[in-house]
């Protein structure tokens, strides 16, 4: 089974869930982690494993590559080859993990939808 979970600076996770409800009824395979300034990194490392089991497969999904969670994220999936890490979490991404079903080949699954999601960040000149 597909296991997303949000690791993102404080409430930005809960607020990428709220919204995901417009485009897709079931978000129960969907869980958020909020990371603030409070926070101890084996804490929020803590958290994160406890939602991790050997079954599923966890794509963890981060705002900043070069954020704390992120960091303790990539750690966390060490040694654990059914979770995969992916920074630069956009809407677009979120809507295609969330509704694109796995498949066999990960690396190709992930680069796909990442390549969709970078290319619908635009600029427009007026």
Known sequence: MKRLILITHDTLADAY???LHNFIADTSFIRCIGVDARASLEAVQKK????????????????????????????????????????GLNMLMLIQFALQPLEADMEAYIKRITADAQADIRYWKQ
């Open 17 to 19: 869930l709220e919204t």
């Open 48 to 87: 994160l494993l406890e939602e991790w089991n050997e079954n599923d497969t966890f794509l963890v999904l981060s705002e900043l590559s070069i954020a704390s969670s992120t960091k303790v994220a990539v750690n966390a999936a060490k040694g654990r080859p059914n979770m995969y890490v992916i920074s």
